[in-house]
Every structure is written in structure tokens, then in C-alpha cells.
């Protein structure tokens, strides 16, 4: 592969991610073990890398994504509104067993979310973020820094699938996909990579 390689690392624990509700627009910091995790992150990302810095580092505004990305080592470059998380609409702060209660086999990727985003939007935004990624990428490797949902969309399209596959990817808090290509031919090179150890499992 000519130039650099696709860093997504997911935002680090909150209370509403360790509950398991949908956190779009709410701004919720990192807990203290999502902040641990966080710097945990940094160092396997260091690793991961080879030790060399990014050309481009690129975050959500959140709190929870800055928070992760000062935790975890990173000089961001610009805040970018495109990477916020799936805008959950009506479904803000809920779990998907308490959507299930009135809605029957409710899932984010199979259904639209009231007053909010489909995956068809979901899957634009996520072209529109890869295009400025792929211009970038000559200069060395690109590092976003996002959120899960969001994160999965990602990874789906740069393998030219639909967004609404980003339900075969994993994405768990304060983990790193890493995305290539074979020839010119897209590739998920590694999917939700922890950092293992003290450093991540301590409370």
C-alpha cells in the first residue's frame, strides 16, 4: 500500500455506553475506567503504528471523543462535526430492550430512529469523512477518533459495503480498527483491538 493506513479508535467508557444507551447528542463524560482505557489505547495505537505519528489526526466534538483522544496521547488536527455518533432521535438515552418494549426486533442497522438518522444518512456522512481520509492518506496514517455506531459505519464502507453492515464489525469502547488496502483493494486489517493488561482492566 502506497501511503498510510486507516486509524478508528472508539471513545473510551461513559456511564450511558456501560448501560447500553444510545448516546448521540448527549455529551457524557468518560468514566475513570474509560479514562484508563483511554491511555491504554494510546500506547497499543503507538504500537500499532510503529512508533511513527500520524499526518492527520481528525475527532468528534464530544467530550467523551476528546477526552479519548487527549487520554490516549493524540494531537488532534481539527474537530470534525462529521464524525459525531448516529443521531439516535426519539431514541436518545434508551436501550434497545426499552425501544423493543414498542417496537418488536428493533436494531439500529434494520430500522429508521424517529426524528433522527437512517443508515442510508449514516453510510453518506460516513463517504463524505473516507473522501477527505482517502486525500490524506499519500501524507501517512489518518487517525479518527469517534464513536461506536459510527465507527462500524465507517469500517463498512471503506470495504464497499452498505452501512447497515457495520453490523458484522465489532467496535468496543477504547478499541482500534486499523484499514488498508491489498493493490488498491480495500481491507480490514484488524477489528477491535484492545489494549490488554492492568492498565485496561483495572475499575
Given at each position: 500500500m502506497t501511503g498510510g493506513r486507516l486509524f478508528l479508535l472508539r471513545h473510551g467508557?461513559?456511564?450511558?455506553?456501560?448501560?447500553?444507551?444510545?448516546?448521540?447528542?448527549?455529551?457524557v463524560p468518560l468514566t475513570a475506567r474509560g479514562h484508563k482505557r483511554a491511555v491504554a489505547a494510546g500506547g497499543l495505537g503507538v504500537r500499532l503504528r510503529g512508533g511513527a505519528d500520524p499526518a492527520l489526526v481528525l475527532c468528534s466534538p464530544r467530550t467523551r471523543a476528546r477526552q479519548t483522544a487527549?487520554?490516549?496521547?493524540?494531537?488532534?488536527?481539527?474537530?470534525?462535526?462529521?464524525?459525531?455518533?448516529?443521531?439516535?432521535?426519539?431514541?436518545?438515552?434508551?436501550?434497545?430492550?426499552?425501544?423493543?418494549?414498542?417496537?418488536?426486533?428493533?436494531?439500529?442497522?434494520?430500522?429508521?430512529?424517529?426524528?433522527?438518522?437512517?443508515?442510508?444518512?449514516?453510510?453518506?456522512?460516513?463517504?463524505?469523512?473516507?473522501?477527505?481520509?482517502?486525500?490524506?492518506?499519500?501524507r501517512g496514517d489518518v487517525v479518527l477518533v469517534g464513536h461506536g455506531h459510527f465507527t462500524r459505519a465507517l469500517i463498512a464502507r471503506w470495504v464497499e459495503l452498505s452501512a447497515s453492515d457495520g453490523v458484522r464489525f465489532a467496535a468496543d469502547s477504547a478499541s482500534w480498527a486499523v484499514l488498508g488496502d491489498e493493490r488498491g483493494v480495500p481491507r480490514a486489517d484488524h477489528i477491535n483491538l484492545r489494549a490488554a493488561g492492568r492498565d485496561y482492566d483495572a475499575p
Open positions: 467508557e461513559t456511564t450511558w455506553s456501560r448501560d447500553g444507551r444510545h448516546t448521540g447528542i448527549t455529551d487527549e487520554a490516549a496521547g493524540l494531537r488532534v488536527d481539527a474537530i470534525d462535526a462529521r464524525l459525531h455518533e448516529w443521531d439516535y432521535g426519539a431514541y436518545e438515552g434508551l436501550t434497545t430492550l426499552q425501544i423493543r418494549e414498542t417496537v418488536p426486533d428493533w436494531t439500529i442497522w434494520t430500522h429508521p430512529c424517529p426524528d433522527g438518522e437512517d443508515a442510508a444518512a449514516v453510510g453518506a456522512r460516513a463517504d463524505d469523512v473516507l473522501a477527505t481520509v482517502r486525500n490524506e492518506l499519500p
